[in-house]
């Protein structure tokens, strides 16, 4: 494992009978980084997910995670080591508040009884993950009453709930997002990467999947490409862009990259917000 490596994925295979969904994939995340996993549908990136998740059993490799095996972790004790995961579809429970959600996931609040108030539950860093999210005026609303973009940030925020609240003083972090912009507008694409960029800003280690390349490119610091379970491009955004097995077999020839960079009402990537 090379220096600053926190994440180690080696010859990770899932085969469903003879579908091989992944079929030996290999690559590391260095501490803080943001990767971008990308590929056509049925690539394997959501396999790939389950698997680091915890949410399925490979069918061989290995996933490393600060040194040790992550294999006979369940999905609880992989989030107890500082691994947490979205969906693809948000996952949020819709008659609680947008705080409620919150502290029902909050790491280290004591378990509750049922005398218990929800909303006693460590108040303060609830809404101090409500603000990160951009949810500080939407705290108190049902969830239910939402738009489906602030569904999509709080579910981020209950991800970043379940983690250590300082990844300088407990330890890294990782945050796997399984497509953070799908089903977005343009404009609540880029407020949900700028978010995305400013946890990994923190120190949080991020491997998200997606299939809006402008929530790829000026936001991810490197790009992994899968197809049919392989990972055929592993590197920089710029250059996977310009890979021609990529341009292709998926971007496609004509595919323009400075087009496809998320931008704020400045001009500016995402990543440079």
């Known amino acids: 494992m090379r220096l600053g490596t926190v994440l180690q994925v080696s010859g990770l295979a899932k085969h469903f009978g003879g579908v091989r969904a992944l079929d030996g994939v290999h690559f590391s995340v260095p501490a ?4 971008a996993l990308i590929g056509p549908n049925g690539a394997g990136k959501s396999t790939c997910f389950a698997c680091l998740a ?56 004591a378990p509750l009884a049922w005398w ?18 951009g949810l500080q005026h939407q705290a108190h609303a049902t969830v239910a009453d939402l738009p489906y973009g602030a569904k999509k940030r709080l579910e981020l925020a209950m991800a970043l709930a ?17 497509e953070p912009a799908a089903g977005l507008a343009l404009a609540e694409r880029a407020d949900m990467m700028a978010l995305v960029r400013q946890v990994a800003s923190q120190g949080v280690t991020v491997l998200y999947t997606e299939h809006n390349m402008d929530a790829v490119f000026g936001v991810a610091d490197r790009v992994l490409v899968l197809m049919q379970g392989l990972l055929v491009a592993d590197g920089l955004p710029d250059v996977v862009a310009q890979d ?30």
């Open 162 to 178: 379940g983690l250590p609240e300082s990844a300088a003083n407990q330890g890294p972090s990782l945050l796997l997002l399984d």
């Open 54 to 109: 915890g949410q399925q059993e490979p069918t061989a490799g290995q996933v490393i995670w600060q040194g040790q095996s992550l294999l006979d972790k369940s999905p609880a004790e992989r989030q107890r080591l500082g691994v947490a995961r979205t969906f693809q579809v948000a996952q949020t429970f819709e008659a609680l508040t947008v705080l409620q959600n919150i502290q029902l996931v909050l790491r280290g609040a």
């Open 116 to 133: 218990d108030r929800l909303d006693r539950r460590q108040p303060d860093r609830a809404f101090q993950l409500a603000t990160q999210a």
């Open 244 to 273: 021609p097995q990529v341009r292709e077999r998926y971007l496609g020839m004509d595919f323009d990259l400075n087009a496809n960079v998320n931008t704020d009402a400045k001009g500016l990537p995402v990543a440079q917000r």
């Open 32 to 35: 803080g980084q943001c990767v």
